[in-house]
């Protein structure tokens, strides 16, 4: 049941559905996510950690980067689950349309002057 509640509660929050949706269609960093969602970069952090530990996200390092992308679902069958409903789930919303019009003009090397 543990496993369960981690991906319940993970998901319990607006800004961290966002951010399924979100890596739902590309790779992103942290920099990324933050200009698409509006909120601190330590606010991002700590909900991609709730992501990442709940099974849902995964995260992998190139160079200075670090990339986080949608879970294989390997760690938790419940995040697996939910990964494959929430990837039909919202896309009619007005809220999530929006999101992924505006995350589609936003690069990393724009924002971090890379």
């Known amino acids: 049941m543990r496993n369960f509640i ?17 890596l739902q269609h590309r790779v992103m960093c942290v920099c990324e ?8 970069q330590s606010t991002v952090s700590k909900h991609l950690k709730i992501l990442e530990d709940a099974g849902i996200i995964a995260f992998s390092k190139d160079g200075l980067w ?25 896309e ?3 809220e999530v349309v929006k999101l992924m019009r505006q995350s589609r003009t936003i690069n990393r090397e724009t924002i971090c002057h890379s």
């Open 6 to 22: 981690k991906v319940m509660k993970a998901l319990s929050d607006p800004n961290r559905v966002k951010m399924v949706k979100l």
């Open 33 to 40: 996510i933050q200009a698409s969602l509006g909120i601190a």
């Open 66 to 90: 670090v990339n986080y992308r949608l879970a294989d679902g390997a760690q938790n069958p419940y995040a697996a689950s939910l990964l494959g409903n929430l990837r039909h789930w919202l």
């Open 92 to 94: 009619d919303d007005d």
